[in-house]
C-alpha cells in the first residue's frame, strides 16, 4: 500500500500530529500522553522562544488516507554555532511497526537537511533540552517521568536499519528514599555549610523563588554547557521556563544553596511525579486534568528529580550532602518513597555517584541516534 508524506502547514494538520501518538499508544498502559495545549505552546512561533534561532518542519505520513507516523525536523542555529558544524535534528517522530513508514519520515527530514547543507542528522532531539529526547532502547515496563517521551521495543531496530548509529545513551535511576536522611549527610552537610560558609535559602513563598530564579539559570547555562546538544538558554527562554514550572514548583522540594553574600553556588530542584495524573488526563488539561495534576502535586509517594547543579569551584566539596539534606527532611516529612531520576548521560559520573550512597537501580536506557549526511 503507497505510503505518502505531507509536510503540515495549517493548525489543524498541527493537531492531528500532536494527537497522532495517544491512538498509536491507546492500549499501552506505560505511555504518558503530552499535555495537548502544551505540545500546541511548543509548536508554534508566538508562544515558544526558541522560534528565534531555530528553523522547524514537521510531516505526516499517511496510508490510505490514515496518519501512520509523524516526525519533526529541527535546526537548531544556536547549537551548531556553538559546535561550530552543521547538525539537523529530528524529533517527535512515532510510527507504526513498519519500516517503510519510518524510511519514508526519515527521508523527509534528510532531504531538508541536505538543503540546508547539513553534515549530520541526530535525535529524536527537540528545541532544546527541555523538550523530551532519546528512544527508549531500555525499560518498556516502566512508567515514564512527567516530561519523557515512551515508545515501543520496535524504534530502535526499525531506525538501525536504516544506517543510524548510536551516538550517546541516556540512563535514568530509581531510588529508594532511606526511612532516615542518614547521619553522615546531616553531620557532612553542617560541616561544609561552616567550612565554606554557606546556607540554605529560606523559600518562603513563590516570589523567594525569583529572587534567584535569574541566577539559577546562569549557573545551570553554565554547568550545562558541555552537556550533549546543550544549547544556552536565551533570556526570554528563561521568561518563559519561568512561568511553566514555578507555579507548579513545591518549594519544599528546592534546594539553593547560598555563599556569604547570599549569591546561588548550587540547586536541586524536585517535582512530585506528574505521570499517572498526566495518563489520566490523556492530554488534555480541562476540564479534570487540572485538577488531577494539583492533587499529585499534593498528594504523592514518588518525585522526578528535574535539576541539580552546583558551581564549579564547590564541586567534589559535599554542597550535594547539603542539597539532599534539605531535600531528605521535605521527603520524609511528606511520605515520599521513591525518587526517579530524569535522563542523565551515561558518561556523567559526577551526576550518577550522587546516588552510591543510597538504594537504587538503572532501570531505563534512551538513545541518541546520528547519520552523516
Known amino acids: 500500500m503507497k505510503i505518502t508524506i505531507k509536510e503540515i502547514s495549517t493548525k489543524n494538520e498541527l493537531k492531528k500530529f500532536i494527537k497522532f501518538p495517544n491512538k498509536l499508544y491507546s492500549h499501552n498502559k506505560f505511555y504518558i500522553p503530552a499535555l495537548h495545549s502544551k505540545e500546541m505552546q511548543t509548536f508554534t512561533q508566538e508562544n515558544n ?4 534561532f531555530c528553523e522547524v518542519k514537521f510531516w505526516l505520513a499517511y496510508r490510505n488516507n490514515e496518519i501512520v507516523g509523524r516526525v519533526a525536523g529541527i535546526i537548531n542555529h544556536n547549537y551548531n554555532k556553538k559546535i561550530n ?3 539537523v535534528r529530528f524529533g517527535w517522530i512515532d ?3 513498519n519500516v517503510n513508514v519510518l524510511q519514508h519520515l526519515c527521508n523527509a527530514v534528510e532531504t531538508w537537511a541536505k538543503q540546508n547543507n547539513a553534515e549530520y542528522i541526530h535525535g529524536p532531539l527537540g528545541f532544546s533540552s527541555f523538550d523530551s529526547s532519546g528512544i527508549l532502547i531500555e525499560g518498556f515496563n516502566e512508567l515514564p517521568t512527567s516530561f519523557a517521551h515512551y515508545n515501543y521495543p520496535y524504534y530502535s531496530k526499525l531506525i538501525e536499519k536504516l544506517g543510524y548509529k548510536k551516538d550517546i545513551d541516556w540512563v535514568e535511576y530509581n531510588v529508594k528514599v532511606p526511612k532516615s536522611v542518614p547521619e553522615n549527610y546531616i553531620k557532612i552537610a553542617g560541616l561544609i555549610k561552616k567550612k565554606h560558609t554557606l546556607h540554605s535559602a529560606e523559600l518562603k513563598n513563590k516570589k523567594n523563588i525569583l529572587k534567584y530564579s535569574d541566577e539559577i539559570f546562569q549557573l545551570l547555562n553554565v554547568e550545562y554547557k558541555q552537556l550533549y546538544a546543550f544549547s544556552e538558554l536565551t533570556k526570554k527562554q528563561i521568561e518563559e521556563l519561568k512561568k511553566q ?7 519544599e522540594y528546592l534546594s539553593i544553596i547560598l555563599d556569604s553574600e547570599d549569591k546561588v553556588v548550587g540547586f536541586g530542584i524536585c517535582m512530585p511525579s506528574l505521570s499517572k495524573a498526566l495518563q489520566k488526563s490523556n492530554g488534555r488539561l480541562f476540564p479534570f486534568g487540572f485538577l488531577r495534576i494539583m492533587y499529585a502535586l499534593r498528594k504523592n509517594h514518588t518525585v522526578d528529580s528535574l535539576l541539580i547543579a552546583i558551581q564549579k569551584k564547590y ?6 550532602a547539603i542539597i539532599f539534606n534539605d531535600l531528605g527532611r521535605a521527603f520524609l516529612k511528606n511520605g515520599i518513597t521513591n525518587i526517579e531520576s530524569t535522563r542523565e548521560l551515561e558518561s556523567n559520573f559526577n551526576i550518577s555517584n550522587l546516588w552510591n550512597k543510597f538504594e537504587y537501580r538503572q532501570h531505563k536506557r534512551t538513545r541518541c541516534y546520528i547519520k552523516k549526511l
Request: charged share 30%; hydrophobic share 45%.
Open 85 to 87: 558544524k552543521k547538525y
Open 245 to 251: 514550572f514555578i507555579p507548579i514548583l513545591r518549594l
Open 315 to 320: 564541586r567534589g566539596k559535599g554542597v550535594n
Open 95 to 97: 510510527f507504526i511497526e
Open 49 to 52: 522562544p526558541a522560534f528565534e
